[in-house]
């Protein structure tokens, strides 16, 4: 929007469509810190799918969706205002819910999950398919992005299985069901009484928080240059934490570099920052040191 909002009123502003998704967008930045990837996802056969299958081939990830010739390809849609922040947003994922949990059942899709390091998925698949792919994940590591606090609370009965999850503070507040007037620390507590191991929860402007078993950190992120669009910064911070993590980098580091990305996020009109070398470097230097919370 290029004025402010009002609800019930017609505003001034202008339309983008980009290709994306929660592990989708997390994948292409993992990619570009030397991971490599392929899709498991299903799609429609509109303008929109062939979208998605050409920015699959251009990020180098290995396409193994499934394709229904007659569905439209599962969509989001929001409305920011003037500073890039979300005012609204609709969410079309019916075939999602429709095929994904039967997508998994194949067995080339079994066998592809079988041969993978680790697993990422969001909480846009239904609960059927997230417990079922946490069966087949069994013995790797398994990271999910919480989506928003109505999808984070499908994640509750794989939460036992998964290695960490990354969410943002009402997402965590969901899924340990706290609410904004508890502290982070009671919120942690109850993501852990509920079975999780790990997590990542951001705060917006405010500390971004990591956990595991050991204890937790925390560190407050730069403010950004300008905010082009803040939609895709904690799936920038998902791929690039995840990457530094399959290359065993310590846990403090890995946050570091997962901030990194996210502030690049903020700053890129695309849902997908350019994470080359010089650019993240020059912002990973402005991420402080975590520090141990207590």
Not at 8 to 27: H, K, Q, Y
Not at 189 to 206: P, Y
Not at 217 to 240: E, F, N, Q
């Amino acid at each position: 929007m290029t004025s402010a909002f009002i609800p019930g009123a017609s505003i001034p502003g202008t339309m983008r469509e980009d290709v994306g998704g929660g592990a989708f967008n997390a994948l292409r930045s993992a990619v570009q810190r030397n991971v490599a990837g392929a899709m498991i996802s299903v799609r429609g056969g509109d303008a929109a799918g062939e979208a998605v299958a050409k920015a699959l081939s251009a990020a180098g990830v290995e396409d193994l969706s499934a394709i229904f010739l007659d569905r439209s390809t599962p969509s989001y849609t929001a409305l920011l205002d003037r500073s890039g922040d979300v005012v609204a947003a609709l969410a079309d994922m019916q075939l999602y819910e429709l095929a994904f949990p039967k997508q998994l059942r194949r067995a080339k899709m079994r066998e592809e999950i079988a041969r993978a390091d680790a697993v990422l998925c969001d909480a846009n698949i239904p609960e059927a398919g997230l417990q079922k792919l946490a069966s087949l994940a069994t013995g790797k590591p398994l990271f999910a992005i919480a989506i928003s606090p109505a999808k984070a609370v499908r994640l509750r009965e794989v939460l036992p299985a998964l290695s960490l999850i990354y969410m943002n503070l009402r997402e965590a507040n969901a899924l340990a069901g706290t609410d904004a007037s508890d502290s982070v620390k009671a919120t942690i507590a109850g993501l852990r009484k509920a079975g999780l191991a790990s997590g990542v929860i951001t705060q917006g402007e405010g500390p971004v928080v990591a956990f595991n078993p050991s204890g937790a950190i925390c560190l407050t992120p730069p403010k950004p240059r300008h905010v082009a669009d803040v939609t895709g910064a904690g799936d920038a911070l998902a791929g690039a934490m995840t990457a530094a993590l399959l290359a065993n980098v310590p846990a403090g580091d890995a946050l570091r570099e997962g901030v990194a990305a996210a502030l690049m996020a903020i700053e890129s009109p695309q849902s997908v920052p350019r994470l080359a070398g010089g650019a993240f470097l020059e912002r990973l230097a402005l991420v402080p040191q975590p520090i141990e919370m207590r």
